[in-house]
């Protein structure tokens, strides 16, 4: 079992950057995939990017491609979601999340979350 904090979020102009946090308890964080969803109000909690236990290969959804960067320090038991040009519509509360599975990326194939932090993106 693992339980996960998130921490790092908070209001930014569009075109800002954040970096997210996530630590995790526990002595198996690195035979876990990682991830980050992200759920805005009204909205159905989505994908944004997962990483391989051993961090050598990472996904991301189209929308985030080439803004957003996950990243991971096992010895650390913290994954991370730097996050950059950042978009009004990329306003969330965003959790990371934890599964042995690799390239579902749906938030029933995770078991493990985080409470989540508030990402907010003026215009």
């Known amino acids: 079992q693992v339980q996960l904090v998130e921490s790092g979020g908070g209001l930014v102009q569009a075109g800002g950057s954040l970096r997210l946090s996530c630590a995790a308890s526990?002595?198996?964080?690195?035979?876990?995939?990682m991830g980050w969803f992200r759920q805005a109000p009204g909205k159905e909690r989505e994908f944004v990017a997962e990483?391989?236990?051993?961090?050598?290969?990472?996904y991301y959804t189209d929308s985030v491609k080439g803004r957003f960067s996950i990243s991971r320090d096992n010895a650390k038991n913290t994954v991370y979601l730097q996050m950059n040009s950042l978009k009004p519509e990329d306003t969330a509360v965003y959790y990371c999340?934890?599964?042995?599975?690799?390239?579902?990326?749906?938030?029933?194939?995770?078991?493990?979350w985080g409470q989540g932090t508030q990402v907010t993106v003026s215009s």
């Open positions: 999340a934890a599964t042995h599975i690799w390239g579902r990326r749906h938030p029933r194939d995770y078991n493990y």
């Open positions: 526990g002595r198996t964080f690195s035979t876990y995939t």
């Open positions: 990483i391989l236990p051993s961090g050598d290969s990472a």
